[in-house]
């Protein structure tokens, strides 16, 4: 077996995280809308299950229309992961037997996929849902959100590396 094949499958397989979870959010998220809205988002972003510290309360928001919103920006840039992801996995398989040069555009293209995976779930998730809005005081199961947050973020996090790293060699 080749080193530069199993180098190349091993970015199209990692790839697939960014793509199948933005696809399959995108499935999940449109098919329960409005039940997601206001059983997921509205609690967290209300901060109605936080230890209710006004100093840190303040920043809660209660807008009717805000999960709707926030539901809408998350499954964007989750659709966005999966679309770019998936663009990039069939650009590196159309491209798998030639030039390095043309099988890294689809690497570009699966590596934005998973910068996209990156900032929904580890910087919306984690950082903003778990540290702005409070996440981690949950009364029940209180790292849900962070910890879910990170078996979505992390495996993105890897594949972008493994796709950063791959490099081949003009022979």
């Not at 080193?3 to 933005?22: E, S, T």
């Not at 409005?34 to 509205?42: E, P, R, S």
Request: hydrophobic content about 55%; glycine content about 8%.
């Amino acid at each position: 077996m080749n080193d530069i094949i199993v180098k190349r499958f091993a970015c199209i397989i990692m790839a697939l995280f960014p793509a199948l979870w933005g696809l399959f959010s995108f499935l999940n998220n449109t098919a329960d809308f409005t039940d997601t809205a206001q059983n997921a988002v509205a609690p967290l972003l209300s901060m109605t299950d936080t230890y209710g510290n006004p100093a840190l309360t303040w920043r809660a928001v209660t807008a009717s229309w805000a999960p709707y919103l926030g539901l809408g920006a998350i499954t964007t840039i989750e659709t966005l992961a999966g679309i770019l992801a998936t663009a990039g996995i069939l650009k590196m398989l159309s491209s798998f037997r030639k030039d390095y040069s043309e099988f890294a555009r689809g690497k570009a293209w699966a590596m934005l996929g998973a910068l996209c995976a990156i900032a929904v779930w580890g910087i919306g998730f984690m950082v903003v849902g778990g540290d702005w809005f409070m996440a981690w005081q949950a009364k029940e199961n209180p790292l849900n959100t962070q910890l879910g947050a990170l078996l979505y973020a992390l495996p993105c996090m890897m594949a972008l590396v493994v796709m950063m790293i791959h490099k081949e060699n003009a022979e």
